[in-house]
């Protein structure tokens, strides 16, 4: 059993920047890992992922803004997030696949003047 949570969200204005954590409770080296995120009202979606070797993968919503990266020997995810709009509003969560699926309970980003 995997437990990850995720840290630094909050609220930022049109243009700034937040850095995203996920920390696991176990090791995750030879995991692939993703940010998801969930806006209100509409389907949680995929944001980025990263393999355990490090190859990343972007959706067009966050490629040349955010970058994931990882750490495992720390067991953690981390997603840096720059230039960011109202519209990556949403709850984000981390997801961790091994055996099974594993989530986050998220953390919550609002971007707003």
């Given at each position: 059993?995997?437990?990850l949570?995720e840290?630094?969200?909050g609220?930022?204005?049109?243009g700034?920047s937040?850095?995203?954590?996920?920390?696991?409770s176990?090791s995750?080296?030879?995991n692939n890992?993703?940010?998801?995120?969930?806006?209100?009202?509409?389907?949680?979606e995929l944001?980025?992922?990263i393999t355990?070797?490090?190859?990343?993968?972007?959706?067009?919503?966050?490629k040349?803004?955010?970058?994931i990266?990882?750490?495992?020997a720390?067991n953690?995810?981390?997603?840096?997030?720059?230039?960011?709009?109202?519209?990556?509003?949403?709850?984000?969560?981390?997801?961790?696949?091994?055996?099974r699926?594993?989530?986050g309970?998220?953390?919550q980003?609002?971007?707003?003047?």
């Open positions: 059993q995997v437990q949570v840290s630094g969200g609220l930022v204005q049109p700034g937040l850095r995203l954590s996920c920390a696991a176990g995750i080296s030879s890992m993703a940010w998801f995120r969930q806006a209100p009202g509409k389907e949680r944001v980025a992922q355990g070797g490090g190859n990343t993968y972007y959706t067009e919503s966050a040349g803004r955010f970058t990266s990882r750490d495992n720390k953690t995810m981390s997603l840096q997030m720059n230039l960011l709009k109202p519209e990556d509003t949403a709850v984000y969560y981390c997801c961790l696949y091994g055996a699926t594993y989530w309970q998220g953390t980003v609002t971007v707003s003047s």
